[in-house]
């Protein structure tokens, strides 16, 4: 953060950017092409194709300028290379449910019907399902799924509300505040004590 | 049915009657069922949604709970300390007194100003007072909402609605109204002002309807001018009006927290908090109850400290008599 000597590489008044569906937010400023790239998780391509100037509301198209990749390894850094944060989407199913519900699921997580799903946008969970991708943002989302050596929950996920907003909260105060990095794991722990 | 009343004295003069004896709680039955049909109602909804909350509040302070499973984790006074020694939490306490000082020291004097100006006889004077009450009829979350959007900072530039608008004056380099952490209350401020003033206002114009024309002549006729008739005469009796709305305004900035929510979330940086905003984000958000309703328990007892304090030394001669079955000292 030193080297940054105060003048970080951000868009103006970044603590008061919302994050995405408003055309103010980080999403919004890479869809009007005044930024060059945000931070994204998955759903970035859906996000910047509907706030692009006049998009239409039904199947916005991808901007043919838009593209994504995973956050470079750093050489030499500890942890595993190639790791990389995303979402947990699960399904949950009840300890008494009727079989029709496995059933039910094992035809949604079928290869035919995620293939169908890919088609319509979104990111397929099942291998080989890949195939019905059409979209090259999308195809490059799914290959860095695909090609990371382990996908973590996002941290405020996975720590649980309470240490996650600690975390966030300390975070941000070392970007644009007086924290230092120390305090992360302090504020992170000082939360956990509190459960 | 022709009701037959008797007029009299309000208020009976000379040596009263020979007192007749009165026994306390002598009430026909008859009269205790109706007060009892009237005031039960209000009562049981009082108790069950008013202090039954706040003792459960209280209860739940004591306790390391999500809201859900037992109660089982009593943590003795740990929420209360944890509370009382977070920067966030003094930063929030901070911020509501700080909209308090200001709503005092600013929307009073700007309100009574507006009113006495709005009680002269004027072109459109209708539609003047109806335009100055339109923003305390919006709902908070529209007018947050609207209020954001002329703030906020569009792409490419960094400027938005409001800044575009102030440049055209001549104010090249305005300040981040949402996102300096130093400004952003101010802007609330400003906000909360021109939401509230409206209220304001139409409760000073209704208390100087009250003050009887005749003191003004009086005061023309022995020759005082027009700021000396407003600070001898109207400010004075317009004293239970001030400070009814002074009470109205402390008690709201105490609970703050629609306007900020909607705006900033109580951010940049935790920089525009307030109480109500710090319950929401780090109790009820993060499922942390107990922490969560010790915060409303002091925020409650804020409150109240400083209701009762407000009106016993502020509302006291306003309330003389109604709260004390009128006996007076």
């Known amino acids: 953060m030193d080297e940054f000597d105060g003048d970080l590489p951000f868009q103006a008044n970044p603590t008061s950017t919302p994050a995405q569906s408003v055309p103010n937010s980080s999403a919004g400023l890479l869809a009007a092409q005044t930024t060059a790239m945000e931070l994204m998780g998955t759903w970035h391509r859906g996000e910047v194709a509907k706030l692009v100037p006049g998009a239409p509301a039904e199947n916005p198209p991808a901007p043919e300028w838009l593209s994504w990749m995973p956050v470079p390894d750093i050489e030499g850094a500890e942890g595993e290379p190639g790791a990389a944060l995303g979402s947990g989407d699960a399904w949950g199913v009840y300890v008494d449910a009727p079989d029709e519900t496995l ?93 | 049915m022709i009701a037959t009343e008797t007029t009299g004295p309000a208020v009976s003069a000379g040596p009263a009657p020979a007192p007749i004896k009165r026994r306390r709680n002598r009430v026909p039955a008859g009269q205790r069922r109706e007060v009892a049909l009237f005031v039960g109602p209000a009562v049981i909804v009082y108790v069950v949604f008013v202090l039954l909350p706040v ?166 006729l022995d020759g005082a001018g027009w700021w000396k008739t407003q600070w001898y005469i109207t400010v004075p009796l317009l004293g239970p009006t001030i400070r009814i709305w002074a009470f109205l305004s402390i008690i709201g900035s105490l609970q703050l927290f629609d306007m900020v929510w909607i705006v900033t979330g109580g951010g940049p940086l935790n920089a525009s908090s307030t109480m109500a905003v710090y319950m929401v984000k780090y109790g009820l958000n993060v499922s942390q109850i107990g922490f969560g309703s010790a915060v409303a328990v002091v925020l409650f007892f804020i409150s109240l400290f400083i209701a009762l304090g407000y009106q016993r030394f502020a509302l006291r001669r306003d309330l003389e008599g109604s709260l004390t079955g009128g006996k007076r000292k």
């Open chain 1, 103 to 195: 059933e039910l699921l094992e035809y949604v997580m079928s290869e035919d019907v995620q293939t169908r799903f890919a088609a319509t946008g979104e990111i397929p969970t099942v291998a080989g399902a890949e195939a019905g991708i059409t979209d090259p943002v999308l195809k490059q989302i799914a290959e860095g799924t695909v090609n990371a050596s382990l996908v973590v929950t996002w941290l405020d996920t996975q720590y649980g509300p309470v240490i996650g907003q600690a975390m966030n909260d300390a975070i941000v105060n070392l970007m644009f505040g007086s924290g230092t990095p120390e305090q992360i794991p302090e504020a992170m722990n000082a939360a956990a004590a509190t459960l």
């Open chain 2, 55 to 220: 003792a459960l509040a209280a209860y739940y302070s004591f306790f390391n709970w999500n809201g859900l499973g037992p109660l089982d984790r009593f943590i003795g006074l740990d929420n209360y300390a944890r509370l009382l020694t977070d920067p966030v939490f003094h930063t929030s306490v901070f911020n509501n007194f700080f909209i308090i000082v200001m709503s005092l020291l600013i929307q009073g004097p700007i309100a009574i100003l507006v009113a006495l100006l709005m009680n002269r006889r004027l072109r459109f004077r209708g539609l003047l007072r109806a335009l100055i009450f339109v923003p305390y009829v919006l709902s908070e979350v529209t007018a947050g909402l609207a209020w954001q959007i002329l703030l906020q900072s569009v792409p490419p530039t960094r400027w938005g609605p409001v800044d575009t608008m102030l440049q055209a004056i001549g104010i090249q380099e305005p300040p981040a109204w949402l996102a300096d952490p130093n400004v952003v209350m101010w802007t609330m401020f400003g906000i909360l002002t021109w939401k509230y003033l409206g209220l304001a206002i139409i409760l000073m114009l209704a208390g100087l309807a009250g003050v009887p024309e005749e003191l003004y002549e009086a005061a023309s």
